[in-house]
């Protein structure tokens, strides 16, 4: 079973900047996706950034230029650095990870607890 504990969230001025970081436990895995949810206030989870192993890359339009997601293998965490805040960006955010154990051709889905992002105008 692989844990993901997401850190870094807070409240911030709009225009400000937040990293929230994911680290990642369990061994013997092969990750193929590491992602970023949100979760604003009485909507639904949607996609943010995504990285793929190969090292593309995919965000939202509304973050497109001011998020960026990255992943440090040897510290076995997930970034996303988030800059020029807007109080839409508000939300609940999740860190998502799909990985297959060494030697499995069958992938899961593996999610964080979420932490808070709160963006005041």
């Keep these: 079973q692989m844990q993901l504990v997401e850190s870094?969230?807070?409240?911030?001025?709009?225009?400000?900047?937040l990293t929230l970081s994911c680290t990642y436990s369990g061994d013997g895995f092969t990750i193929s996706l590491s992602g970023w949810y949100?979760?604003?206030p009485g909507k639904e989870r949607v996609s943010v950034a995504t990285l793929l192993s190969d090292g593309s890359t995919n965000y939202a339009d509304s973050v497109k230029g001011r998020f960026t997601i990255s992943r440090d293998e040897g510290?076995?965490?997930?970034y996303l650095q988030?800059?020029?805040?807007k109080p839409e960006d508000t939300a609940v955010y999740y860190c998502v990870?799909?990985?297959a154990r060494a030697g499995s051709y069958s992938s899961s889905y593996y999610w964080g607890q979420g932490t808070q992002?709160?963006?005041s105008s």
């Design 97 to 99: 990870q799909s990985a």
């Design 38 to 40: 949100r979760q604003p």
């Design 82 to 85: 988030m800059n020029s805040l």
């Design 75 to 78: 510290r076995k965490t997930v």
């Design 8 to 17: 870094g969230g807070g409240s911030v001025q709009a225009g400000g900047s």
């Design 117 to 119: 992002v709160s963006v």
